[in-house]
């Protein structure tokens, strides 16, 4: 697959770097190269970011950070077994546990919210780090709410950490997830405390609280450019209908004048 010019493979982290230093130095620029586009194209062009993991994953297999990129593109495709495969496989290699939460949530997207909710309370857990604890929790009440159990997802978001006002990567997240299932059970007015609070710490737009908040209190939003178009379409109308009636002017006229000629004759 092609590669844009500005791409060189120096702009992958250097950790995965080093890892990449066991490879034949031509394999390893190579896959570097394929990895930075995965990184560039996965938000946005999801499929086209798959097509440059798969390529990766041929050219170095047993690379461990080869097989988490190739993890995280099948897992923004929805690919959620071939997603779980490559996360094991990563985490086999390494021993980490900090791909524990989306393996569990694979395994939401696989229909199995037991397993998730089994993973949840694994010993595993306790060995994530404050943002991967949240990341788990946030899993962990997406598949109570899976299985019905919308009660039982709003306590599982209740935490320090959501109860705290301090703002922190996760914060948006957390706050949008409670909210949401607020709102899920019926609570509206709490729901809209929290999708407001949501915004507040949504400082780069990974949600959309804002919407979400709008909805609630009934506001629409009109979008400029359709409304610009209507007043053209309008305004164009009116110059036909203004044709339209100088045209019936002309031809009134012109039977006048027609019908004066005739009492002439």
Not at 78 to 100: D, N, P
């Amino acid at each position: 697959m092609p590669f844009p010019e500005d791409v060189t493979g120096d702009e992958i982290d250097k950790d995965v770097r080093q890892e990449l230093q066991s490879l034949p130095k031509t394999l390893a620029e190579d896959v570097a190269k394929n990895l930075v586009m995965v990184a560039r194209l996965i938000d946005e062009e999801p499929e086209r970011a798959y097509g440059y993991s798969r390529v990766a994953l041929r050219l170095a297999s047993r690379v461990a950070a080869v097989r988490e990129a190739a993890g995280f593109a099948a897992y923004a495709n929805q690919k959620y077994s071939e997603a779980l495969a490559e996360f094991r496989a990563a985490r086999r290699m390494t021993g980490s546990v900090e791909l524990w939460p989306v393996m569990a949530d694979c395994e939401r997207g696989l229909g199995r919210p037991e397993k998730a909710l089994d993973m949840a309370g694994a010993p595993e857990v306790h060995k994530l780090d404050k943002a991967g604890q949240v990341e788990m929790r946030l899993v962990a009440a997406g598949a109570r709410r899976d299985m019905g159990q919308l009660d039982a997802a709003i306590v599982t978001l209740q935490s320090p950490e959501l109860a705290s006002n301090s703002v922190q990567p996760w914060t948006a997240r957390l706050r949008y997830a409670y909210a949401d299932a607020l709102l899920a059970a019926g609570r509206e007015s709490e729901a809209r405390e929290w999708f407001a609070k949501a915004v507040e710490a949504d400082r780069d737009g990974s949600t959309d609280a804002s919407d979400r908040l709008a909805e609630l209190d009934g506001v629409e939003f009109v979008d400029a450019l359709d409304e610009n178009e209507n007043e053209s379409g309008s305004e164009n109308n009116e110059d036909e209908g203004g044709n339209e009636d100088r045209r019936d002017d002309s031809a009134a006229s012109a039977d006048a004048t027609a019908a004066q000629d005739d009492d002439k004759d």
